[in-house]
């Protein structure tokens, strides 16, 4: 039964990208409204798998998914649902400077011409973007590469945000200056986070909410 708090709901998901192989199997948990969630799990343990079934790029062989009570194949993104999705794999254009890029994303969300320098600016100053701020998207490190991300995740004002194991490949210190701006822009404003980390002590620091998974499955929920 969904709740009206509930704002992210799987039931009993399945799916499978090969015959005889499910990437995720029997897959049930709620997400409340504001609530931050942790999936943990090593590599080819589900976790991108439910992301992306989440984000609406990956459909569901078996069960029911719903995001604010709409049943997942219902679901209108520009619409119903304000969310936000960083992969792993960040998306850029490559060629084009960190500018053009924060730009770019204002353009298409139609920001009024006059606003669009100065939240530029405001955002520069508030992710100290200006010693890459002219620096093309392909020359950026891994670590620029998500607080950019994050930055362009900021011009929204999201309702949940699906954050897919970024914490990888990333020192301490990068990992604590982006949970410091995931807390800023994201925890205050009441926003519904997923986190996927294979760092179990990570996922404590960030929630009491805690799903362990293993070859696709739930083997045990914390809350």
């Known amino acids: 039964m969904i709740i009206m708090d509930t704002m992210i709901s799987l039931v009993g998901v399945y799916k499978r990208y090969a015959r005889e192989y499910y990437a995720i199997q029997n897959i049930t948990f709620e997400v409340l409204k504001g609530e931050t969630l942790a999936l943990v799990g090593p590599k080819e343990s ?3 798998c439910i992301m992306r079934i989440l984000a609406g ?55 009024d011409k006059g606003q669009i320098e100065s939240k530029i600016n405001e955002t520069v100053i508030d992710f100290r973007l200006e010693s890459i701020l002219n620096t093309k998207a392909e020359n950026l490190s891994k670590y620029e ?49 997923l986190f996927a980390t294979s760092d179990e002590k990570l996922a404590k620091n960030l929630t009491n909410h805690i799903i362990y998974l293993k070859y696709g499955a739930i083997e045990k929920e914390e809350k």
């Open 46 to 48: 589900g976790k991108t």
């Open 57 to 111: 790029i990956e459909t569901p062989d078996k069960g029911e998914v719903f995001i604010k009570n709409f049943p997942l194949k219902k679901v209108d993104y520009s619409v119903d649902v304000s969310m936000g999705y960083l992969p792993y794999n960040t998306l850029f254009f490559e060629k084009k400077t960190v500018y053009d890029n924060l730009k770019y994303v204002l353009e298409i969300r139609k920001t």
């Open 145 to 193: 590469r998500y607080l950019v991300s994050i930055a362009r995740l900021s011009f929204r004002k999201l309702e949940i945000v699906l954050v897919d194991d970024i914490f990888e490949d990333l020192t301490q210190q990068e990992t604590k200056e982006l949970l410091k701006l995931f807390r800023k822009y994201f925890v205050k404003k009441n926003v519904t986070i």
